[in-house]
């Protein structure tokens, strides 16, 4: 069993920058790939971001070039830093602990165990 928890969301302004981070416990391995997931209202969850094995990340086109996914392999910790936020970028966001496996992972059927949530609300 995989515990994650999320923390760093908060309200910025549009242009701001907030990094979320997600701390996992119970069963981890360095080998296992994670993601960032979000969720607007009304919206189903959306893929933003997964890494991989060999710490290859992915995105999905709307935050390429703003946001960056990275991990801590010692400290079991999974980060999503985000720059220039927009409006559009308010969600729920969920990190999430996937398989053993390299490439990209940016659909929900591929993971396991799943995260809260942190709000992040991003104001114009």
């Known amino acids: 069993q995989v515990q994650l928890q999320e923390s760093g969301g908060g309200s910025v302004q549009a242009g701001g920058s907030l990094t979320l981070s997600c701390a996992a416990s119970?069963?981890?391995?360095?080998?296992?790939?994670m993601g960032w997931f979000r969720q607007a209202p009304g919206k189903g969850r959306e893929g933003v971001a997964s890494?991989?094995?060999?710490?290859?990340?992915a995105y999905t086109g709307s935050v390429k070039g703003r946001f960056t996914i990275s991990k801590d392999n010692a400290k079991n910790t999974l980060y999503l830093r985000m720059n220039s936020l927009r409006p559009e970028d308010t969600a729920m966001y969920y990190c999430?602990?996937?398989?053993?496996?390299?490439?990209?992972?940016?659909?929900?059927?591929?993971?396991?165990?799943w995260g809260q949530g942190t709000q992040v609300t991003v104001s114009s």
């Open positions: 999430a602990h996937g398989g053993i496996g390299t490439g990209t992972f940016l659909h929900q059927d591929q993971y396991r165990y």
């Open positions: 119970g069963y981890t391995s360095r080998n296992y790939y």
């Open positions: 890494i991989d094995r060999t710490g290859t990340p």
